[in-house]
């Protein structure tokens, strides 16, 4: 699995950015994906990630209201709409995949068997990880 993390950039507090994680060399519809960021000197934090089956979401406390994940099974692409940003959401933007869907593939449309989460307590279901991208944000 190859992900290619964009969009990153340098924004004022109060802006918007949209992150963009391209997926290729395994079924889309196979992955969660999730997006983590990090600074210097401090833990990796779940941000946010969206499910296969039916698009669940999940989101940590701190960016809850203000950014958006999204997917485009057509293009292969994850999004991350961030708005209202703070210069606390400054930090290395990674997008990262979890295969556990693969094991239900053609079994429950309408069920999620294997739903993401973005807690500390889950980032070991996340095997696949890209590049990171800069976001700063000013004040």
């Known amino acids: 699995v190859q992900l290619q993390a964009s969009g990153g950039g340098s924004v004022q507090a109060g802006g918007s950015l949209t992150l963009s994680c391209a997926v290729s060399g395994f079924p889309f519809d196979d992955l969660n994906v999730a997006w983590f960021r990090q600074t210097p000197g401090k833990e990796r934090e779940g941000v946010s990630c969206i499910g296969t089956r039916i698009g669940k979401k999940d989101y940590s406390d701190s960016v809850k209201g203000r950014f958006t994940i999204s997917r485009d099974n057509a293009k292969n692409t994850v999004y991350l709409q961030m708005n209202s940003l703070k210069p606390e959401d400054t930090a290395v933007y990674y997008c990262?995949?979890?295969?556990?869907?693969?094991?239900?593939?053609?079994?429950?449309?309408?069920?999620?068997?294997?739903?993401?989460?973005?807690?500390?307590?889950?980032?070991?279901?996340?095997?696949?990880w890209g590049q990171g991208t800069q976001v700063t944000v000013s004040s």
């Open positions: 990262a995949a979890d295969d556990r869907p693969k094991h239900y593939r053609g079994r429950y449309d309408n069920f999620d068997p294997a739903p993401c989460f973005v807690r500390r307590q889950y980032v070991g279901n996340y095997d696949y």
